[in-house]
């Protein structure tokens, strides 16, 4: 596996690799991030994936300082899942003295995630262009779990034409049903045997949903399962899928999604409905 800390040494090794499926992260890696290497595998293109902690994307009282980071384990992870390439910018690489651009994307971006953090999409659009235009994939993977962030990516390729294709792949969970993510790490025990009732109470609503229950008065109790499991519900919502609109009834594509948290921990989860 090659691996490159600069532009210029991308720049050489890129040229070597054909047709990539990119995989981008911030590292902390699980097999969710696994199975995008290995969805990339499948799809018969050359896996390429990033390690950066995008500052952007963060914050002012945001976990930037204490994000899991774990360089010679993420590493070894890619290498033995098959990665050709891991890319590893500094934040004076991918954003040197001067850069003066930054990517707003309205639509999908305005709700939810973007009203709780303000200024995140901003960041996680930025970066992400930038990564595009750096590895030149023809094809990149996302996980499912963060459902907006995808639609976020793939209304700013839409719009400014760029030659990616967006890929979802399903959401790695536990046995349990939590679904994976690098700030699990950051769960106490008994925090962890709480953090699935989330996925639970997603799966009750999509069952009542399905049954022809009341939108309205089942996210309400959504609400209630989880402030009686200790959760703090940030929001919880049926939204169309792609432009993440709230919806009063039930027509696809709808999606069921939600932020809570769980002591000094922020989960977030997504179902699809019908």
Excluded at 50 to 73: C, H, M, W
Excluded at 131 to 149: H, M, N, S, T, V
Excluded at 150 to 155: D, F, G, L, N, S
Excluded at 160 to 180: N, S
Aim: hydrophobic residues 45%; proline residues 7%.
């Amino acid at each position: 596996m090659i691996i490159v800390r600069t532009l210029q040494e991308l720049a050489g090794a890129r040229a070597t690799l054909g047709d990539v499926g990119f995989v981008p992260t911030m590292g902390a890696l699980h097999a969710g991030h696994l199975t995008l290497v290995a969805a990339a595998k499948q799809a018969g293109l050359t896996p390429v994936a990033s390690i950066f902690v995008n500052p952007t994307q963060f914050g002012p009282k945001e976990d930037l300082s204490r994000y899991p980071r774990d360089e010679a384990g993420d590493i070894a992870k890619l290498e033995a899942a098959g990665c050709a390439l891991v890319w590893l910018p500094s934040v004076e690489e991918m954003y040197p003295s001067g850069c003066a651009t930054t990517i707003h994307v309205s639509g999908p971006s305005q709700h939810w995630e973007g009203m709780q953090r303000p200024g995140h999409f901003n960041g996680v659009a930025t970066v992400v262009a930038k990564l595009f235009g750096q590895i030149r994939p023809q094809a990149a993977f996302f996980g499912e779990k963060d459902w907006q962030q995808i639609q976020v990516v793939r209304r700013m390729v839409e719009d400014l034409h760029l030659p990616v294709k967006i890929v979802p792949v399903a959401t790695v969970r536990e046995a349990d049903g939590l679904a994976l993510s690098s700030r699990n790490t950051y769960l106490s025990l008994a925090e962890r045997m709480t953090a699935p009732k989330l996925h639970a109470a997603l799966s009750h609503a999509v069952q009542y949903l399905l049954a022809g229950k009341e939108p309205a008065t089942t996210l309400h109790n959504v609400r209630l399962e989880l402030a009686t499991a200790g959760m703090v519900p940030d929001y919880v919502a049926l939204v169309h899928a792609e432009t993440l609109e709230p919806i009063a009834t039930l027509q696809p594509p709808a999606r069921l999604i939600a932020a809570a948290k769980l002591g000094h921990v922020r989960l977030l989860d997504n179902l699809p409905v019908g």
